[in-house]
């Protein structure tokens, strides 16, 4: 099975993924966090998406369809994905439709998230991150145990260099799913838009709902 993700910036993507993934077993592939990898061990790949990132821009197309691809193409995805933050268009959309057809598969569901403007930005504001294993938090709404570290492994926890304030800005404007986007699996008959500001459990379920 072969699932998108979609949603604006902190609608909740990678924290549905992660349970989606814990449930199912269906790999996760977040395109993000392939850019911050790349950016933590300073490959060129790394350098060249930071400074995309860093103003809340959207990394060009050839170079990220290149990097999913590759991904795609590994032994551990031959069975199915859930892609989170992949595809940002349609441009995107059509590569992935084209490798999944030459292997004689399609995108089955693609899962909207929405969340209004306003509670975006407190989540993007409240989110932190293990260092270590990845797992996501928010100050008010999902917190840790202990303030500083990780539930689940004891990592050191973080925030975005991209969760500033005004690069949160551009990346509301620029980076939401666009309308002939979501045409686009509408018209496939895979769309399905569930109302992200319900509570977290609550979004797991109705995402674990559509895909079985
Ligand atoms: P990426 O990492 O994909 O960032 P994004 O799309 O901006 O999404 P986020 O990771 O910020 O948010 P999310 O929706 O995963 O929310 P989360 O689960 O963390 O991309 C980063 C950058 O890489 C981009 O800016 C771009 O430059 C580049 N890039 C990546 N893919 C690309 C592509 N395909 N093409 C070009 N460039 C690309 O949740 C947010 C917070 O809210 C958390 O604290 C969480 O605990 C909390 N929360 C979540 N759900 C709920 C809920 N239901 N109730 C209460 N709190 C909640």
Redesign the pocket.
Known sequence: MFVVLL??????????AQRIAAATSLLHI????M??ENVKNETALGQL?KT??DR????P?EV?IEM?LERIGRADAAAGAMF?????NVV?ARALDQALAARGARIDHALL?SVSDQELIA??G???ICRSCGA???ER??PPTKADSCDRCGGPLYQ?D??RPEVVRT?LEK?KPPADLIAHYRAAGVLNEID?????GV?TAALLEAIR
């Open positions: 949603g604006p910036p902190g609608a909740g993507k990678g924290t549905q977040s395109t993000g966090d850019f911050r998406a995309y990132m809340g821009d959207l990394v197309d990220t999913l989170d933050g992949f595809p940002r995107q998230i989540r993007l409240g989110r932190w996501l938090y928010h709404n999902d975005r991209d969760d990346r980076q992200g500001e319900q509570p977290l979004v």
